[in-house]
């Protein structure tokens, strides 16, 4: 059963372009949500996050969107840049749990053509 | 300052022996995670550490796998009589506290031949 889900294994944009990665999750519990961006032979570095009392926030090129009633959020890079290429992972939380267990996507493979 | 750091970064073993991976998360976090990407996979949560305590091990795949925390700080993952389907990346993370930003290290390559 898998709760959080990324349907695009890759995505490929040119320079200077916009990056919209999506997510998808499943159980309404989560209220708390990340992404993470993973370079070859690194852990995964954490980029940004939206709590679900808010529907965006915005740090830099970085904006994430949340669409609780789709269930639904993504991650805008723009402009994009050769340097952000890396799999971005989105994850959730019910952070009500107390157990810190993050819940992961399948990973989607950014590659920005210069 | 220094992030999480895990040992060894690679580890190759034969099927059936016994490993032990590493991981010394930020100093002063209480909170520590471990979690496994299989190939082509995304995170799987294996198990959670406020401070020495681990209250839920339903996360580990089966009860070859242990997992302890000793003076708050660092934190063994065992895998006993290894198989092959135990081949992943094993990361670690850690957080100031529960549902905090986790931090990770750069995983364990673990190769069950």
């Known amino acids: 059963d898998q709760q959080v889900k990324q349907n695009s294994p890759s995505l490929s944009v040119q320079e200077g372009r916009i990056s919209i990665l999506n997510c998808d999750y499943t159980?309404?519990?989560?209220?708390?949500f990340l992404w993470y961006k993973k370079y070859p032979a690194e852990g995964p570095t954490f980029l940004i996050s939206i709590s679900s009392i808010k529907d965006k926030n915005e740090d830099g090129r970085f904006t994430v969107f949340l669409n609780k009633s789709a269930k639904h959020l993504s991650l805008h890079i723009v402009p994009s840049q050769p340097g952000d290429s890396a799999v971005y992972f989105c994850?959730?939380?019910?952070?009500?749990?107390?157990?810190?267990?993050?819940?992961f996507g399948q990973g989607t493979t950014l590659q920005v053509k210069p | 300052g220094a992030g999480v750091s895990q040992s060894p970064s690679n580890k190759v073993t034969e099927k059936g022996k016994d490993v032990e991976l590493r991981c010394d998360p930020i100093s002063g976090h209480t909170a520590l995670y471990w979690y496994r990407q299989s190939l082509g996979q995304g995170l799987e949560f294996l198990i959670y550490?406020?401070?020495?305590?681990?209250?839920?091990k339903s996360g580990l795949p089966s009860d070859r796998f242990s997992a302890e925390r000793t003076g708050g700080s660092v934190s063994t993952l065992t895998i006993q009589r290894t198989q092959q389907e135990d081949s992943a990346v094993y990361l670690c993370?850690?957080?100031?506290?529960?549902?905090?930003?986790?931090?990770f290290g750069p995983g364990t390559r673990l190769t069950v031949l």
């Open positions: 550490f406020q401070g020495n305590s681990a209250p839920d």
């Open positions: 994850a959730a939380s019910a952070p009500s749990s107390n157990t810190g267990k993050l819940i």
């Open positions: 159980n309404s519990m989560f209220d708390y």
């Open positions: 993370a850690s957080s100031i506290s529960l549902a905090d930003t986790q931090y």
